[in-house]
């Protein structure tokens, strides 16, 4: 089964004494796109999985690259490393901020507008949902999600926004036992969702075991190169 190592980034900074945690340098950002392509990697949206017959269509190297919460430092430093290098990328839209502020962390990060989003080519960036109001699922009743999917649904309507049906939960947060989590899958199959994705540090498989348990690498702005290839290819437990 072809393996699929899938990216997780945030904010991205021009200043390298700020690269720590969830916000990388450009600097930085830059070299891992260069490993990529120099490496030969073949960068999809989820889209491009929903059009595979097989997984002998499969790339030899692929890598499914995403970003949370569309910071307007992702459009103007992100996007143009990922127009230079050739690659695609999955931004994902806790709509409920579009064109304010990130008001469930710092509240000091701007986001992106609606026409900074269209603004983007849909061949370079796919957007997906990060849910309406940025609250972790597993703290939510079966009401509350229902809530938060008519939300963004009609967030997207209303702005005639091209989005996937890919959601990234927010902060990786999902129920994880029984009875709560059947019940949650069944919530997003209803609301047509393709793919849930969560943290675990693990490079997939493709066919994924479970489309609502993708993970994602955490890819951590202090990272140097070494240990970013050691992830893409191994996952992060190669370390812990």
């Known amino acids: 089964m072809p393996k699929l190592p899938i990216l997780m980034y945030h904010a991205v900074t021009t200043d390298a004494s700020e690269s720590n945690g969830l916000t990388i340098s450009t600097e930085n950002l830059e070299a891992q796109f260069r490993y990529l392509k120099e490496n030969g990697y073949t960068s999809l949206h989820f889209g491009d999985l929903q059009q595979l017959k097989s997984p002998k269509d499969f790339p030899d190297k692929a890598v499914i690259i995403t970003f949370d919460d569309v910071y307007v430092n992702q459009l103007e430093l992100a996007y143009p490393l990922l127009q230079k290098y050739g690659l695609k990328a999955c931004f994902y839209i806790p709509f409920q ?85 059947p019940v949650f899958f069944k919530t997003l199959h209803e609301h047509k969702v393709a793919f849930g994705l969560r943290i675990g540090n693990r490079v997939n498989t493709f066919p994924f075991k479970n489309n609502y348990e993708v993970q994602r690498l955490d890819i951590k702005g202090e990272d140097s190169l070494r240990k970013f290839s050691t992830k893409l290819r191994r996952g992060k437990s190669f370390f812990f």
Request: aromatic share 12%; net charge negative.
């Open 97 to 181: 901020y579009v064109d304010g502020f990130d008001e469930w962390n710092t509240g000091n990060i701007k986001l992106m507008s609606v026409a900074q989003l269209k603004s983007m080519d849909s061949a370079i960036i796919e957007l997906g949902l990060h849910s309406f109001a940025h609250k972790k699922y597993d703290q939510l009743s079966t009401a509350e999600i229902n809530e938060d999917f008519d939300k963004c649904k009609q967030f997207i309507i209303e702005n005639q926004l091209n989005v996937s049906n890919v959601l990234a939960y927010p902060y990786g947060k999902y129920p994880r036992k029984k009875p709560e989590q």
